[in-house]
C-alpha cells in the first residue's frame, strides 16, 4: 500500500515536471545504452543511423535521408538483392516514446495493392517499481528505448513474406511494432518519479504508441484496408485483448471500413495460485496480477470500457485475463495458446528441464492444461495443443504444429473464410475447423509438439523421461513407465 500511496502522489505532483524534462535525461541515457550498435541486422557491421522520428531509417553513409534510404533499397531492387525486410520508421508524433523518452516506432512491409494490413505487437512482459524498471532498463534495454534498434527486420511465422512459410498472409502489409513501453500495451501518458519509486524518469505510452503507429499508417493506405488484423504474442497478445476495440474504433473514425480483428498469442493468462506478497520488489517474485495492480497506476494504464465497468474502481486490472475479457469485446478474435504454457509454470516457480520438480508442482502442471481448456470452452476461434511452450505465431516452423491434423495456418485461414463467409451472408464451408483444442491429457500428448530439452545437457527427452530427470519417484506418482508409455502413443495414434 506504501508504494502505491507513492505513485498516487507523485502523479498528482510530478507529471508536469516529468513532461518538461524527460526528453533530455533520455538522451544521455540512450547514448550510454546505444553503445556503438546503432543498427543494422544480427551479423552485419554496426551502422550510423537517421534518428529522425517519422522517417525511414537509413544509413548516414548513403547520404542520411530518408529519401537516400529509398533510391538504396530500389537500387538493391535492381540489383536482384533480397527486399523483404522490414523497415524501421518512427512516429511522427514526437511526444509519444518509449519508455526512457526516444522516439517509439514501427517496422513495415508494404505489399502493393494489398488491402489486409497485420499489425503484430511485440511481447516482453512489464515493470511496475524503481527496482524492476532499473532492472530492465539495465539487461533488456531494448525494451524500453529505441536507440539500439536495427534499421530493419526479417519477419518470421506470419510475419514471413515467403508463401511456403507463410500461405495466407504473405501478401498482406505486415507491421511489426517494437514493444519499449514496459506496460503491457495499457499506458497512456508520461509519468515521471522522485527517487522514491523510480531512479530515473520514465514514460508509459503503450496504447497511445498503437494509436499514432495507426495515423502514420494512412498515407500507407491503411484507410482502404479490407482486413486489419492485430496480433501479438505474451505481453504483445495480452495487448491486442487490451486495445483491439479501440483499434477498431479508431479506424472507424478515419471512414475505414475494415473489419478489425484479433490474433491473441500466448497472452491468455490465469491467475496466481500461490500466495504472495502484494508489495513484490522483483518481477520474478510477482504474481502477474499483483503487477498490474501496482502497474496500471504507474502506467496510466487503460482497459477495454466495457469491461471495466463490470469492475469497481482499483479491480480493473482483472480485464487483462482473457478468459474475463473475452465476452465484453465485439470485435472477432482467435486465441491460440499451449495448454502447459512455459510463461504460466515459470509465474509458480516451475521450470521443465530444470534441476528438480515436487509432486505438487507436476500436480499443477497436469491442473494448469485442465483449467485452460476449461477457459477456453466458449471461445468461437481457438487453436491449443496440449504441449509444453511458450508463443507461436511467430516461429518459422509454425506450420508444423497441428491440433487434430489441422495446422494454425490452416486453422486461421478457415477463421478468415468464415468471418468472410457472415459478411457477405453466406453460409460458411463446412470441413474447414477453427475451434480447435486438444483432448487428450498430458503435457506433450500431441505429436507435433516441440521436443523437450534437459537445460543441463541439451539433449531431447520424451516427458517420462524428463520427470525421472528432475527427481521424480514415477511409480510413487501412480504412474507406469511402460503403461504410460503406451497409454501416450495411443493418444498419439489418434492425434490427441
Not at 73 to 99: E, I, P, S, Y
Not at 463 to 476: R, T, W
Amino acid at each position: 500500500m506504501k508504494i502505491l500511496g507513492q505513485v498516487a502522489f507523485l502523479l498528482l505532483l510530478g507529471g508536469i515536471w516529468c513532461q518538461n524534462n524527460r526528453n533530455a535525461k533520455a538522451s544521455g541515457r540512450s547514448t550510454k545504452k546505444a553503445g556503438g550498435n546503432q543498427g543494422g541486422d544480427v551479423g552485419q557491421s554496426p551502422l550510423a543511423v537517421d534518428m529522425t522520428p517519422g522517417s525511414t531509417v537509413s544509413t548516414r553513409g548513403t547520404g542520411g535521408t530518408a529519401e537516400a534510404g529509398r533510391e538504396a533499397a530500389a537500387g538493391a531492387r535492381g540489383a536482384g538483392q533480397q527486399t523483404d525486410d522490414m523497415r524501421l520508421h518512427f512516429l511522427k508524433n514526437t511526444q509519444v516514446t518509449c519508455n526512457d523518452g526516444t522516439a517509439a516506432g514501427f517496422y513495415l512491409k508494404e505489399f502493393r495493392g494489398s488491402r489486409r494490413w497485420l499489425l503484430f505487437l511485440e511481447g516482453g512482459w512489464c515493470c511496475h517499481s524503481r527496482e524492476t524498471c532499473d532492472s530492465r532498463y539495465q539487461n533488456i534495454p531494448r525494451l524500453m528505448s529505441s536507440s539500439g534498434w536495427p534499421r530493419t527486420k526479417r519477419g518470421t511465422g506470419i510475419l514471413s513474406s515467403q508463401v511456403e512459410e507463410n500461405p495466407y498472409w504473405h501478401n498482406a502489409n505486415i507491421v511489426f511494432i517494437p514493444y519499449c513501453s514496459s506496460d503491457v500495451w495499457s499506458g497512456t501518458g508520461p509519468f515521471c518519479a522522485s527517487n522514491h519509486l523510480l531512479s530515473a524518469e520514465y514514460t508509459f505510452m503503450g496504447s497511445l504508441i498503437i494509436r499514432e503507429v495507426i495515423k502514420d499508417l494512412i498515407p500507407k493506405g491503411i484507410k482502404l484496408a479490407k482486413v486489419v488484423m492485430l496480433s501479438g504474442t505474451s505481453a504483445g497478445g495480452t495487448g491486442v485483448l487490451l486495445n483491439i476495440e479501440r483499434v477498431a474504433s479508431q479506424l472507424e473514425q478515419l471512414g475505414a471500413e475494415a473489419q478489425v480483428r484479433g490474433l491473441v498469442d500466448s497472452g491468455w493468462f490465469l491467475e496466481s495460485k500461490q500466495q504472495r506478497s502484494p508489495n513484490c520488489p522483483e518481477t520474478i517474485s510477482c504474481s502477474p496480477e499483483d503487477a498490474i495492480k501496482i502497474g496500471l497506476r504507474l502506467w496510466n494504464g487503460v482497459v477495454p470500457d466495457r469491461c471495466r465497468q463490470l469492475y469497481k474502481r482499483g479491480e480493473e486490472w482483472q480485464c487483462f485475463f482473457g478468459h474475463k475479457l473475452y465476452s465484453t469485446l465485439t470485435s472477432p478474435l482467435f486465441v491460440v495458446q499451449w495448454l502447459f504454457d512455459e510463461e504460466q509454470l515459470r509465474v509458480e516457480n516451475i521450470y521443465m528441464g530444470g534441476q528438480s520438480l515436487s509432486e505438487e508442482q507436476w500436480q499443477y502442471i497436469q491442473n494448469l492444461g485442465r483449467e485452460l481448456k476449461n477457459s477456453l470452452t466458449d471461445v468461437t476461434a481457438v487453436f491449443a495443443p496440449s504441449c509444453l511452450s511458450h508463443t507461436l505465431i511467430t516461429k518459422s516452423n509454425w506450420m508444423n504444429f497441428q491440433v487434430r491434423g489441422t495446422s494454425l495456418p490452416r486453422a486461421l485461414h478457415c477463421w478468415d473464410r468464415s468471418l468472410e463467409a457472415t459478411r457477405n451472408n453466406r453460409t460458411p464451408a463446412k470441413g474447414c475447423p477453427f475451434h480447435l483444442v486438444d483432448t487428450c491429457q498430458w503435457p506433450q500428448c500431441n505429436p507435433t509438439c516441440p521436443a523437450l530439452v534437459d537445460q543441463a545437457t541439451q539433449q531431447e527427452l520424451t516427458l517420462l523421461q524428463m520427470l525421472v530427470a528432475m527427481g521424480l519417484d514415477l511409480q510413487k506418482l501412480g504412474l507406469d513407465p511402460q503403461g504410460d508409455a503406451d497409454s501416450l502413443a495411443s493418444m498419439v495414434s489418434n492425434g490427441g
